[in-house]
C-alpha cells in the first residue's frame, strides 16, 4: 500500500528559500498526479501546487512565479521549491495523491521576519 512521507520543512527568514520533498514508498513506481497543500494554524488546508504524472504543473496565484514543483519518478519523490518566502507561507505542508485519501505526515515551514 502507498504511503507518502513528507520531509525538508524547517525555519527560514522571510526571502529564503526551503525545498519540501514528498516520498513515496510501498510502490513500484509514482504513476499519479501528486499536490502539495499546505495548512496555517487555524486556517483550512489549501491547495499548493499540482504536478501531473507527464510533468504538467499548477500553481495557486499566491505562490506563482515563487514555487517550483517537481517529480523524480525514478525516485519516487516529489519536491516543492519554495523560494522568496514569506510569513504568509508558514504552515505545515502536506502532499497528496490526487483525488485519494493518501496524505503524507506533513512538514512543518516556519518563516520568520
Known amino acids: 500500500q502507498v504511503q507518502l512521507a513528507e520531509s525538508g520543512g524547517g525555519l527560514v527568514q522571510a526571502g529564503g528559500s526551503l525545498r519540501v520533498s514528498c516520498a513515496a514508498s510501498g510502490t513500484r513506481g509514482i504513476d499519479y498526479n501528486i499536490n502539495w497543500y499546505r495548512q496555517a494554524p487555524g486556517n483550512e488546508r489549501e491547495w499548493v501546487a499540482g504536478?501531473?504524472?507527464?510533468?504538467?504543473?499548477k500553481y495557486a496565484d499566491s505562490v506563482k512565479g515563487r514555487f517550483t514543483i517537481s517529480r523524480d519518478n525514478a525516485k519516487k519523490m516529489v519536491y516543492l521549491q519554495m523560494n522568496g518566502l514569506k510569513p504568509e507561507d508558514k504552515a505545515v505542508y502536506y502532499c497528496?495523491?490526487?483525488?485519494?485519501?493518501?496524505w503524507g505526515q506533513g512538514t512543518q515551514v516556519t518563516v520568520s521576519s
Open positions: 504536478i501531473t504524472i507527464g510533468g504538467i504543473t
Open positions: 497528496r495523491i490526487a483525488n485519494t485519501d493518501k
